[in-house]
């Protein structure tokens, strides 16, 4: 049985405890929630093209080895 949300409900959360739990292609709001920014940082991210992204009809995927090289490149 799928769960069922009306629209003001908040989607499932997800913690990832490593970058090996990320999903292979993130939404905006989960590379928000696993950088612990708001969304529009998140956007800021990839609008600037500070983290690469690619579009799926009109919605935004990041794949997960853009999102580690940035973490990396961000502790550097």
Same mark, same amino acid.
């Given at each position: 049985?799928?769960?069922?949300?009306s629209s003001t409900?908040? #989607?499932? =959360? =997800?913690?990832?405890r490593s970058e090996s739990? #990320?999903?292979?292609m993130m =939404?905006?709001?989960?590379?928000a929630k696993?950088? /612990?920014v708001s969304r529009n940082t998140a956007y800021s991210f990839v609008n600037t093209g500070v983290?690469?992204?690619?579009?799926?009809? /009109?919605?935004t995927r990041i794949y997960r080895e853009d999102v580690i090289r940035f973490?990396?490149?961000s502790q550097a």
């Open positions: 049985m799928k769960p069922e949300f409900d908040e #989607l499932p =959360t =997800t913690e990832y739990e #990320l999903p292979i =939404t905006i709001q989960e590379l696993f950088l /612990r983290i690469p992204s690619i579009k799926v009809g /009109r919605q973490v990396n490149r």
